[in-house]
């Protein structure tokens, strides 16, 4: 069995260049939730040398919430705020010629994509305008809006726990991250057989974060699950 596994990052945190060989795939922060265009070169160009994959994370202009809360901003000004993040985000690719592959939303906007179609619309017309492949949940509004335009790939999130309904728990409840890599790893395997996941998540902000990754990649090898690149 295999799996791609991304993390967010260039989000201003310490430990990027750590991260960077034990993942597959990344998602950076193009700078309006956290970063900046130094740290965010930074680590493209230790992305190139290492071929990893490569997308785009655009999130609401929020440093003071981690773009982690929802602001009921209208599409308009929703479409001007991501055509200014990417534009920015794909010319310093150019300075390192790295071929940027996906694009994922950040946080409270990741979680509006997934249930809004006219943010789900308006995402799936940017990765159109770029040729990228959208990352987001299964059955969700985004999936729906890519369907025949665009390839989706299925994430699922190996240190968040899910509520039944599917959903991801809320930050603010407790016990919402997983910390162990023992549980984090049978989370991924059932996400593999049940949801058909093409990729798993790991936030490059959490405390920790190298030594759980070690650990989530140790378990899922024992459970035959290995890492690597999306097909």
Same mark, same amino acid.
């Given at each position: ?10 989000? @201003?945190?310490?430990n ?7 993942v597959?795939?990344?998602n950076?922060?193009?700078?309006a939730h956290a970063?900046?265009?130094?740290n965010?070169?930074?680590?493209m ?5 290492? @071929?990893i ?6 999130g609401?202009?929020?440093? %003071?919430?981690? @773009? ?5 901003? +209208?599409?308009?000004?929703?479409? *001007?705020?991501l055509?200014?993040?990417l ?5 310093l *690719?150019?300075?390192?010629q ?5 694009l994922?939303?950040? @946080? /409270?906007?990741?979680?509006? /994509?997934?249930k809004?179609i006219?943010? /789900? ?7 159109l ?5 959208? %990352? ?15 390839p989706?790939?299925?994430e ?9 309904d599917g959903?991801?728990? +809320?930050r ?11 549980? /984090?790893a049978?989370? %991924? ?7 058909? %996941?093409q ?7 959490s405390?920790?974060?190298v030594n ?5 990649k ?5 459970l ?5 690149? +999306?097909?």
């Amino acid at each position: 069995m295999h799996i791609d596994l991304n993390c967010d990052l260039a989000e @201003g945190q310490p430990n990027d260049l750590d991260i960077l060989p034990l993942v597959s795939s990344i998602n950076l922060a193009c700078c309006a939730h956290a970063g900046s265009p130094a740290n965010l070169l930074e680590v493209m160009k230790a992305s190139a040398r290492l @071929g990893i994959h490569v997308g785009a994370h655009p999130g609401y202009f929020d440093r %003071v919430n981690f @773009g982690r809360v929802e602001l009921q901003q +209208p599409l308009a000004y929703l479409e *001007a705020d991501l055509l200014f993040q990417l534009g920015g985000f794909m010319e310093l *690719a150019k300075l390192t010629q790295l071929k940027i592959s996906h694009l994922k939303p950040h @946080g /409270a906007l990741y979680h509006r /994509a997934m249930k809004e179609i006219e943010l /789900a619309n308006l995402l799936t017309q940017l990765a159109l305008r770029w040729n990228l492949t959208l %990352v987001g949940m299964k059955d969700s509004a985004l999936e729906n809006a890519a369907k025949g335009k665009t390839p989706f790939l299925r994430e699922g999130f190996a240190d968040r726990k899910y509520l039944p309904d599917g959903t991801l728990a +809320p930050r603010s409840s407790a016990n919402a991250v997983l910390h162990e890599p023992e549980k /984090a790893a049978l989370q %991924v395997q059932q996400l593999i057989q049940q949801d058909k %996941v093409q990729t798993i998540c790991v936030h490059g902000d959490s405390p920790g974060v190298v030594n759980f990754l070690h650990g989530l990649k140790s378990e899922l090898k024992n459970l035959g699950i290995h890492t690597g690149k +999306p097909s």
